[in-house]
């Protein structure tokens, strides 16, 4: 299983965009980069995931380098909601591997 | 869709008691996990299962069993509860299909005292 790095916290003024950046030095060809965020201590939530392309959707958008050894997530508009910790994960192709969180980067929005 | 179940929310069990956590999801998923988190802690996978029959364990499975004969259900089994086990426990569901995300459910918060 790929590990990630992240920073442990990072602050964002409310309506301001929040960039997220995930190490993942030693991904290989066929796993795909997650996010999820974990608001208190609610069940983790999907927020987007991406193989080579930089992806969006309604919630963010996922900027992965060339190289697929690192990644940003970008957050555009930060809501005091937006508050939570945010993990990078890296999966196989088939689901069958372990989904492996680490540490995660606490993400505080202020007003 | 009630997407993942897990009951019950709440739970205090005294010190050598077992009980068993339940987990239901009914997306037909192939790939379920559970997950215990501690206060101020990542989750850490406990076991997990990529099929009806099939589990495997996790990064901390010590005082606990799970087994996997439906589809739907993978119940999480603690034999001999330990204050130890004191934690918040999450579990999850994807597809076996890559590229896509998996699903919690809202915990179970176990308190053993």
């Known amino acids: 299983d790929a590990k990630t790095t992240q920073p442990t916290s990072m602050d964002c003024a409310e309506g301001r965009a929040a960039n997220l950046p995930c190490n993942h030095s030693?991904?290989?060809?066929?796993?795909?980069v997650y996010w999820y965020r974990q608001i208190h201590s609610q069940g983790p939530q999907y927020i987007i995931h991406?193989?080579?392309n930089n992806e969006t959707n309604e919630m963010a958008s996922l900027i992965i380098t060339e190289d697929r050894k690192s990644s940003t997530l970008i957050l555009p508009h930060a809501t005091l909601r937006d508050t939570a910790v945010y993990y990078c994960?890296?999966?196989?192709?088939?689901?069958?591997?372990?989904?492996?969180f680490g540490t995660g980067t606490r993400l505080q929005v202020f007003p | 869709n009630a997407g993942v179940t897990q009951t019950p929310k709440f739970q205090v069990l005294k010190t050598g008691q077992s009980m068993t956590l339940q987990c239901a999801q009914d997306m037909n998923h192939e790939y379920m996990s559970w997950y215990r988190q501690d206060p101020g802690m990542g989750l850490r996978l406990i076991h997990y299962?990529?099929?009806?029959?099939?589990?495997d364990q996790g990064e901390v499975p010590n005082g606990y069993n799970v087994s996997r004969s439906t589809t739907e259900d993978f119940p999480l089994r603690l034999l001999s509860a330990a204050p130890s086990q004191t934690s918040v426990y999450f579990c999850a569901s994807s597809s076996r299909r890559g590229g896509t995300e998996a699903f919690f459910g809202q915990g179970t918060r176990l308190t053993v005292v």
């Open positions: 030693t991904i290989s060809g066929n796993e795909y």
């Open positions: 299962s990529v099929g009806a029959g099939i589990t």
């Open positions: 991406g193989l080579k």
């Open positions: 994960i890296v999966r196989g192709t088939y689901n069958t591997d372990k989904l492996i």
